[in-house]
Every structure is written in structure tokens, then in C-alpha cells.
T-cell receptor, first 108, second 115 residues
Framework: TQLLEQSPQFLSIQEGENLTVYCNSS?????LQWYRQEPGEGPVLLVT?????EVKKLKRLTFQFGDARKDSSLHITAAQPGDTGLYLC????????FGAGTILRVKS | NAGVMQNPRHLVRRRGQEARLRCSPM?????VYWYRQLPEEGLKFMVY????????ESGMPKERFSAEFPKEGPSILRIQQVVRGDSAAYFC?????????????FGPGTRLTVL
């Protein structure tokens, strides 16, 4: 069973700061997804990455997939309070396997 | 087009009672997945169903838990004789097809509290 480790577990920053969260796997991802989950809601898909070395941008969010497809990062530029939430990475293989997530809190 | 709907949003049960969680997938979606989430943890896959069939229940406890997705009506996750350890948020997701190329859309979840 693939294990997904996310770091840090918890991050509290001021509005306007940059941050990076990480997702690492014990084996190669077939494809990897990043989700954001707000309190009291279900996860919402942000991006899917498939190719090693792939970089995708979504407004202030930059997603990077490692060359070996065993790790990924999510970088947020100029964080805003609306970015607050739980960020989950998931292996989108036969069945979804989720990491434990990074709880991000952006203070205004 | 309405998203995935789950009800109830909150459910309180005493130990030994039954809990029934309902999930209505998005229109046109025939694949339904159930996940369980403990506080400040990721989601754990429980069961995958396609209309009237259980495809994969490898993540669902063998005892007390069951799931169905009838031809008509919502998918149901049923927990019999609940225990305190069943307290969690239960999420349903639906998709048009199965596999990495088919996005799963999640409902808002049912938060089960067992007293």
C-alpha cells in the first residue's frame, strides 16, 4: 500500500507571505492530485499532475511534480485568508489514496 | 447542475444504534465512492459502487458496515450497532467513469457523532 506523507502538518502565516507544502510517496505515483478542503466541506480538486517534472499554475498556486514522480510541492504566492484550509494530496490510481494533509491558516 | 448531495449533514447516535448516511451523486454519474475522515486526517477509502453493484469494498470494515447503490434512489452507507470509534466525517464522491482520468466530485459530508 502506497503511503503519502505531507509536510508540514500545520502552517500558520501572515497574509502576503509565500509558502510551500510537500507531498512525498514511498513509491512512484501514476498520477497525483491536490485538493483543498475548507472546514465543514468536502475536498475540491485543484490540479492533477501526471508527467515527471510537470509544473502547473493556478493563479497564485504553483504545483510541481518531481522528476521521479515520487514527490510533489504546492507553492502559494502572497497568501490570502481565503487560502485557509486543509491541503490534501492524493494518488489517483485504482483507488484514491490520500495523505493526511497540511492545515494552512492565513492570518490577516 | 446540482453537486453531490449528502444527508443528513450531522447525525448523532447513541452506542448500539444504527446510522444511515445518504448520498445522491451528480446527475449523470454512476460511480459512487465513500470515504471516512477522522479529525485533522486525510480521507480513507471505504467502498466503491456502481449502480446496483459493489465493485470494491476493501476499505470497509467487514462487520457492522454495509453500502448499497440501488437502481433508483441515493447510495446508502449503513453502520449497525455504532460505537464511539465510528465518530467521523463520512464523505461521498461521484464520477462519470472510473480511474485517474475521471474526476471525483465530493459532497459536503455527514458528520457522525456517537455518544
Amino acid at each position: 500500500t502506497q503511503l503519502l506523507e505531507q509536510s508540514p502538518q500545520f502552517l500558520s502565516i501572515q497574509e502576503g507571505e509565500n509558502l510551500t507544502v510537500y507531498c512525498n510517496s514511498s513509491s512512484v505515483f501514476s498520477s497525483l492530485q491536490w485538493y483543498r478542503q475548507e472546514p465543514g466541506e468536502g475536498p475540491v480538486l485543484l490540479v492533477t499532475v501526471v508527467t515527471g517534472g510537470e509544473v502547473k499554475k493556478l493563479k497564485r498556486l504553483t504545483f510541481q511534480f518531481g522528476d521521479a514522480r515520487k514527490d510533489s510541492s504546492l507553492h502559494i504566492t502572497a497568501a490570502q485568508p481565503g487560502d485557509t484550509g486543509l491541503y490534501l494530496c492524493a494518488e489517483a490510481a485504482r483507488m484514491m489514496v490520500f495523505g493526511a494533509g497540511t492545515i494552512l491558516r492565513v492570518k490577516s | 447542475n446540482a453537486g453531490v448531495m449528502q444527508n443528513p449533514r450531522h447525525l448523532v447516535r447513541r452506542r448500539g444504534q444504527e446510522a444511515r448516511l445518504r448520498c445522491s451523486p451528480m446527475k449523470g454519474h454512476s460511480h459512487v465512492y465513500w470515504y471516512r475522515q477522522l479529525p485533522e486526517e486525510g480521507l480513507k477509502f471505504m467502498v466503491y459502487l456502481q449502480k446496483e453493484n459493489i465493485i470494491d469494498e476493501s476499505g470497509m470494515p467487514k462487520e457492522r458496515f454495509s453500502a448499497e447503490f440501488p437502481k433508483e434512489g441515493p447510495s446508502i452507507l449503513r453502520i449497525q450497532q455504532v460505537v464511539r470509534g465510528d465518530s467521523a466525517a463520512y464523505f461521498c464522491a461521484s464520477s462519470q467513469g472510473h480511474g485517474a482520468n475521471n474526476e471525483q466530485f465530493f459532497g459536503p459530508g455527514t458528520r457522525l457523532t456517537v455518544l
